[in-house]
């Protein structure tokens, strides 16, 4: 089952905030965030790990509640650069495979 | 360090047409898959493989075949293309909880 997320789409002016969600009806132990600029491939953002470990590249905070089984990612002082369809994959108990949200597009005026 | 290759980026294929995507990385990881993208939604998992020799099925296997003789090369095959074939095709790999992608395969099925 595809996990859920919202908002689809949101436009934010340059510095404002924005928070993109993830569910997932299935137990999570894991959610993967990637970020995917227009006609480029994906790139890795953070991962969120069961117990609350977090692994990432950049300086973007999020949240796992396993019992509700969301996450939410959370862009603070937006920069142009923030721009992109950012995507969650939940990771199940030793799966490797990701079952991929259908994204939330972030469009970032100046 | 060329991280993930992709050949080719753009293919157009005639209905019943056969091809092979090919994908290949050097950074030594066991975990390589296939995903397809179509507008509006996530990924989705052709196939996957955690090793030479040894490949799985994902999410939306029908009408491709994958092979794994060797750690660097996961090529995708497409059986007898159809135009619900029409798509971009990222190969990834992965070492650890990160993936890498590819820059993409563009194809289309007339």
């Not at chain 1, 999020?62 to 002082?77: H, I, M, P, R, W």
């Not at chain 2, 493989?49 to 090529?75: K, L, W």
């Amino acid at each position: 089952q595809q996990p859920v997320q919202s908002p689809q789409a949101v436009i934010l002016r340059e510095g404002e905030d924005a928070v993109i969600n993830c569910s997932s009806s299935k137990a999570l132990y894991s959610v993967h965030w990637y970020r995917q600029k227009h006609g480029e491939a994906p790139v890795f953002l953070m991962i969120l790990l069961k117990g609350g470990e977090q692994k990432g590249h950049e300086k973007i905070s999020a949240s796992f509640n396993e019992k509700k089984q969301q996450s939410s990612l959370y862009l603070t002082a937006s920069q142009l650069s923030y721009s992109g369809t950012y995507f969650c994959g939940p990771g199940g108990d030793g799966n490797y495979q990701l079952i991929w949200g259908a994204g939330t597009k972030l469009i970032i005026k100046p | 360090n060329a991280g993930v290759t992709q050949t080719p980026k753009f293919q157009v294929l005639k209905t019943g047409q056969s091809m092979t995507l090919q994908c290949a990385q050097d950074m030594n990881h066991e975990y390589m898959s296939w995903y397809r993208q179509d507008p509006g939604m996530g990924l989705r998992l052709i196939h996957y493989s955690v090793g030479a020799g040894i490949t799985d099925q994902g999410e939306v296997p029908n009408g491709y075949n994958v092979s794994r003789s060797t750690t660097e090369d996961f090529p995708l095959r497409l059986l007898s293309a159809a135009p619900s074939q029409t798509s971009v095709y990222f190969c990834a790999s992965r070492g650890g909880y990160e993936q890498y992608f590819g820059p993409g395969t563009r194809l289309t099925v007339t």
